[in-house]
């Protein structure tokens, strides 16, 4: 029995963020095209070494300039009509011009969007498709990338491509509508045409990325898949074996279909999904290579490797071929623990970023070849005393939940009563204008937070700038005349490690980084421990802001599963637990800003829809639990202090009474780019409580007119009541800059202020 291991991907942002470095530099002018594609000759000249020091088969192709799906759409030849119409030549340029967009001819070309890869917080670039369109094989990055790894003299090399039915999927329609299912038959000869190229190097494994077979797919997608598999399979027989892999959930409900492609071997994700091994091993084929994904792609922790080394074991008994994994891609780990220098050794010795997991699966191979546990139950000798030492906190915070649940659902009086009180408690005008929370970081701001983390400045000066800062935020929102002030965020890098950093039970990294797109990386906390606060975390700083006016200030805080969405969480204790924990500490909080008289208060819940489970048919559950975490957050909280929330996204159609059940006061969504739709749904669902409507698009340099806003407002105010109606940029400002913010906000306020006025006659 033969055992091999791999992986299906590593992070290409680089050990030390170099790939984010030198595109920004490159994009600011200050290197040459050279100096940026040596950097990634680096990247990826390291990650092969990487994978070649512990793994059987090395991926290749996984690397993306931006991004992954962006580099399928440049190597199909699918370039965005208005990108195809400026230049017939497709080169990097291209790729950052469709995800950056660009000016032509003093004309402002759109970027495509970009959305969330599955229920991650990694973005893609989306696709567009139209009827009419051709495809050709223009971006040859992939052959170029597998040449550099055969000239850098290694072997068995796995090509890795994004399969054609989960590039159509993830892809948009632009204009007419029509079915994209229809263009598979014109992507499939380019990929034809791709696989030939690949096999024509004596490569004998490629790896197909299909993760839409863990969704419930529509039935005649799932009958594409046979059809296209067949016909792949047909025109290369043996000469090419494709092991096709899936990720983030399971697949047995589709296993069926799954199990008469004609394919090589499959990959499945044993950590995500509810596949039971045996029943799956039993039914799929015997002679293809089953490639079991059981090291963590999306978290930290060291592997249960002895534990899986058991389930294993089964396995093998009965299959020539075994291969072992990580369960996606390690795109969404962090690099090397070896650089975390400020950790104690009890807590590394618990972490596995990517490249110990590379190591895990050498020791989990051995450990199968030659039936020796050792050097396994060494690898997690800590793992299970940690474990074990938590459980008596664990039944201390169940105890206090179940108490405070019963209070939930009782605790606050209707919206309809509570909201007269706080209309007479705040004194609202027509149309409110506020802000979403953050203002520019400017270079100054982000001097402050880290020379004090380096231990430059200590804590007094700190505060001093950081409430100097506020001050000058304040003040400019008063000249602005805004209605709800902000204190702005100086003093948070990110909506979530700020939490983590000034809560107990969270462990930040120095350099637990994950590309979040293109060349944004995040670097999400670590929850470690049950989650609880020594003192107020926020008050301090809103209450200073609330101090310098006579405006109200609206208090900011992050939602519970955002936190958690955007943090690695333990994996022996469950979510729900988990996001309880951190519901009551935003609970204690709310309840301390309504003790220092803050009158506003804002959870955002940014995370909320990307949490949603790949399977429709879990969604309920989820969307409970999400609920659930939210209203525990503001179950004590007074009826006349107003709650708000926040979500920077549009899709609500399908969510949307669970949008209602959060019974937030006023909800603030993005609507500058889709507007019209989503104004509708909420007409059409009577959509009872405050709607701040994001008229001002964050996302772009541009400055929305007047014109713009007040026309926009007044179409809004012909479907929803005017008196539910706020006004408010998209999102938070932290990306923009001072002058963009300023000139719309402007514009914001003046904007409302004429259709105040009119109505007034
Ligand atoms: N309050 C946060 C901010 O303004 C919200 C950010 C978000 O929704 N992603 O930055
Ligand atoms: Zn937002």
Excluded at 19 to 43: C, D, V
Excluded at 103 to 111: D, L, M
Excluded at 141 to 153: P, S, T
Excluded at 452 to 468: F, P, Q
């Amino acid at each position: 029995m033969n055992v091999l291991s791999h992986i299906l991907g590593f992070p290409r942002i680089g050990k030390n963020r170099e790939l984010k470095k030198s595109l920004e530099k490159y994009w600011n002018n200050k290197i040459s095209k050279t100096e940026l594609l040596n950097t990634g000759f680096n990247i990826r000249k390291f990650n092969f070494k990487q994978q070649k020091n512990n793994l059987d088969l090395l991926s290749v192709g996984d690397f993306a300039w931006y991004d992954h799906v962006l580099n399928t759409s440049l190597m199909l030849g699918n370039i965005p009509l208005r990108y195809s119409k400026i230049s017939n030549l497709i080169d990097i340029n291209t790729m950052f011009n469709i995800s950056r967009g660009t000016i032509h001819e003093n004309k402002k070309i759109y970027p495509s969007d970009m959305t969330k890869w599955f229920n991650t917080n990694y973005h893609y670039i989306v696709p567009e498709f139209y009827s009419n369109q051709s495809f050709n094989f223009s971006w040859k990055e992939l052959l170029e990338e597998i040449d550099e790894a055969i000239r850098l003299g290694y072997k068995n090399l796995k090509p890795i491509i994004l399969g054609p039915l989960t590039y159509l999927w993830l892809g948009k329609i632009i204009g007419k509508k029509f079915d994209r299912l229809m263009l598979i038959k014109k992507i499939l000869p380019i990929y034809i045409e791709i696989l030939t190229e690949i096999s024509n190097r004596k490569i004998s494994w490629i790896q197909i990325d299909e993760p839409i077979l863990s969704l419930e797919l529509p039935n005649n997608w799932l009958y594409e898949f046979r059809n296209t598999y067949k016909i792949l399979n047909n025109h290369f027989k043996k000469n090419i074996n494709i092991l096709l892999t899936t990720y983030f959930g399971g697949i047995s409900h589709n296993i069926e279909l799954i199990k008469l492609l004609p394919i090589s071997g499959i990959h499945l994700d044993f950590i995500h999904g509810n596949d039971n091994i045996s029943f799956i091993n039993d039914i799929l084929p015997k002679e293809w290579i089953l490639s079991c994904g059981i090291i963590n792609g999306r978290n930290i922790w060291k592997t249960n490797l002895k534990l899986w080394y058991e389930k294993l074991l089964k396995i093998k008994k009965n299959r020539e071929n075994l291969w072992i994994s990580t369960s996606c891609s390690l795109l969404h780990s962090p690099i090397d623990l070896n650089t975390e220098n400020n950790l104690p050794k009890r807590v590394k010795e618990l972490f596995s970023f990517a490249i110990q997991k590379c190591y895990e699966l050498l020791l989990l191979k051995e450990a199968l070849q030659y039936n020796d546990l050792n050097k396994l139950i060494k690898w997690n000798r800590y793992t299970q005393n940690f474990s074990q030492n938590t459980k008596n906190n664990q039944i201390f915070q169940k105890k206090i939940v179940i108490n405070d649940e019963k209070k939930i659902n009782s605790n606050r009086i209707s919206y309809t009563i509570r909201s007269v009180l706080q209309k007479q408690k705040l004194k609202l005008p027509l149309f409110p204008i506020t802000t979403i929370g953050s203002f520019p970081q400017t270079k100054d701001i982000r001097k402050i937070r880290s020379n004090y983390k380096l231990g430059l400045i200590d804590y007094s000066s700190y505060e001093k700038n950081i409430k100097k800062h506020i001050k000058d935020i304040v003040n400019i929102q008063e000249k602005l005349d805004l209605d709800i002030l902000v204190h702005g965020e100086p003093e948070r890098n990110d909506m979530v490690e700020y939490f983590g950093e000034n809560l107990n039970g969270f462990i930040i990294t120095e350099n637990g980084w994950v590309q979040s797109y293109g060349s944004r990386c995040v670097k999400p906390p670590i929850i470690f421990s049950d989650i609880n606060r020594n003192k107020p975390i926020t008050v301090k700083w809103i209450k200073y802001a609330q101090s310098l006016t006579t405006k109200i200030v609206k208090g900011m805080l992050t939602g519970p599963m955002t936190i958690f969405l955007w943090s690695f969480p333990r994996e022996d204790i469950t979510p729900i637990e988990i996001t309880k924990q951190i519901s009551l500490v935003l609970k204690e909080e709310i309840l301390d800003l309504e003790k220092a008289n803050i009158k506003i208060i804002q959870i955002d819940e940014p995370a909320l829809r990307e949490g949603l489970p790949l399977k429709k048919s879990e969604w309920k559950k989820y969307l409970q639990w999400a609920v659930t975490s939210f209203k525990l957050v503001t179950s004590n909280v007074q009826d006349t202090t107003q709650i708000h929330t926040h979500m920077c996204y549009s899709e609500f159609k399908d969510i949307i009474n669970d949008i209602i059940a959060l019974d937030a006061d006023v909800i603030s969504i993005e609507t500058s780019r889709s507007s019209m739709d989503l104004i509708k749904l909420f007409k059409y669902v009577n959509y009872p409580n405050g709607i701040g409507l994001g008229v001002y698009d964050i996302h772009s340099p541009n400055i929305p007119s007047i014109k713009l806003i007040k026309n926009f407002l007044k179409q809004a105010s012909q479907n929803i009541p005017m008196k539910n109606i706020w006004v408010n940029p998209d999102c938070g400002l932290k990306t923009r800059n001072w002058e963009e913010t300023v000139k719309s906000l402007y514009n914001m306020v003046y904007a409302t202020k004429i259709l105040r006025n009119e109505l007034k006659d």
